[in-house]
């Protein structure tokens, strides 16, 4: 059923491309779907997973008759695929490859020889079993029940939940045995990390500017991707930190569409883009320090007819903001018994890893930024390569958020710890 899903996310007609309607629906599955687990749930519901599939395939299945009716959808349902939108693909099978004894694993015993090189996996788990098994975040379950309260419950789960959203795909919402679930979270775990890189690849591939030029854009696709499956992305996931991983993956989301975003009060951008940053915050949220910068690029071109909107489209924006106010708000609830000095010099095992990867990776994309701003300049500026322009914005954010962590750290420490 989770190949179903996928399928029916890519007929969904929100825009014409491949690579443009993975930007568009993986955020809102791999973000927003996990604030579902905060909600009471009756049980003579649908469990979480099937009523994501019959969402998608409710919207795919609406928009056909629509086509078929003459109205107001034009798109065809199969997006079009040109040379540039095979890299996400390639990407993908790519990250599948590595992944592959995850993807593959069927006995509870090679899971567990897989998961057992980092402890941080021991942790994962435990709290993928427990929303397996009580159907909700732990910080909603009662006491245990000698009258303790559950480990992790301070602990921010969209990662988790996604996983058991996947699981209720795959299996069905009644959780099974420990062992049979251990093997579940390793395939699962896998899943995230392959659509997590798709959609990275899928966004960078929906640029205007990389489609133009997709001798500049292509090449820098394909070496962000290779150093999310093979370079310093691997160091996360392979080291218990799949939700990092995930998290960095929204965050880079959110930047791609807001670049893309020509009107703010745009739905579906909108839509997909509050998910991300309610994944954000419900994985790893000093991340959001990069969305302030978002916000900036958002707003520009600073002319007033880019806000004008229809009452509907208003209120609709309106709608998703106030929900993605809410899901950020679940997870400040959720950390709000932590102290930021604990969570900002917290030791972890994050283990080092070659630099000089990561930087020739900026240095690349450094350069490709070049050529592009100022071929764009050349050519005349559009309100996308304008927005692009200024993405430097975002990674200063980051940046000023970094080197606050880390003056913390120095005062707390007197040494620089791994967990920024």
Not at 143 to 159: E, I, N, T
Not at 191 to 197: D, I, K, P
Not at 269 to 282: D, F, K, R
Not at 318 to 343: F, N, R
Request: hydrophobic share 55%; charged share 10%.
């Amino acid at each position: 059923m989770l190949f179903v899903l996928l399928g029916l996310l890519l007929v969904l007609p929100v825009a014409e491309t491949l690579s443009r309607r993975l930007l568009l629906t993986l955020p809102v599955l791999l973000g927003g779907v996990s604030l579902l687990w905060w909600v009471p749930w009756p049980a003579f519901f649908p469990d979480r997973g099937t009523l994501v599939l019959g969402a998608a395939a409710g919207a795919a299945a609406a928009a056909a008759v629509f086509r078929l009716a003459g109205g107001s959808v034009r798109r065809s349902l199969l997006p079009q695929v040109r040379g540039i939108d095979l890299i996400p693909l390639t990407a993908g099978l790519a990250a599948a490859f590595v992944q592959w004894n995850s993807l593959t694993v069927r006995r509870a015993e090679d899971a567990l020889s897989l998961l057992s090189s980092r402890w941080d996996h021991a942790s994962h788990f435990n709290m993928y079993f427990l929303i397996r098994r009580e159907g909700q975040v732990i910080p909603l379950l009662p006491s245990a029940p000698d009258g303790s309260a559950w480990s992790f419950s301070d602990y921010p789960q969209g990662f988790h939940s996604l996983l058991a959203t996947l699981a209720d795909l795959v299996h069905g919402p009644s959780w099974r045995p420990m062992e049979a679930e251990l093997v579940s979270y390793s395939i699962l775990t896998a899943v995230a990390v392959v659509l997590s890189t798709l959609l990275v690849t899928a966004g960078l591939c929906s640029l205007p500017a990389f489609r133009r030029s997709a001798l500049i854009g292509g090449p820098v696709a394909m070496v962000i991707a290779c150093g999310w499956s093979l370079g310093p992305g691997t160091v996360a996931y392979m080291h218990g930190y799949a939700n990092f991983f995930l998290a960095v993956s929204l965050a880079a989301a959110a930047v791609l569409l807001a670049v893309s975003m020509d009107r703010p009060a745009m739905g579906l951008p909108l839509l997909a883009a509050t998910s991300a940053a309610v994944g954000i915050a419900n994985n790893w949220l000093p991340l959001l320090a990069y969305l302030p910068g978002a916000v900036v690029m958002l707003c520009l071109p600073g002319r007033r007819s880019r806000w004008a909107a229809a009452k509907s489209q208003a209120a609709a924006a309106g709608t998703v903001i106030v929900l993605g106010l809410i899901g950020a708000a679940v997870a400040v609830y959720q950390l709000a018994s932590v102290e930021v000095q604990d969570i900002v010099t917290a030791e972890t095992s994050f283990p080092n890893f070659d630099v000089g990867v990561l930087w020739k990776l900026l240095a690349l994309c450094a350069v490709a930024y070049i050529l592009l701003l100022s071929r764009n300049r050349r050519q005349g500026l559009s309100a996308s390569q304008l927005r692009a322009g200024w993405s430097v914005v975002v990674l200063a954010g980051g940046a000023v958020a970094t080197l606050a962590m880390s003056v913390m750290q120095l005062i707390d420490l007197g040494t620089l710890s791994t967990t920024q």
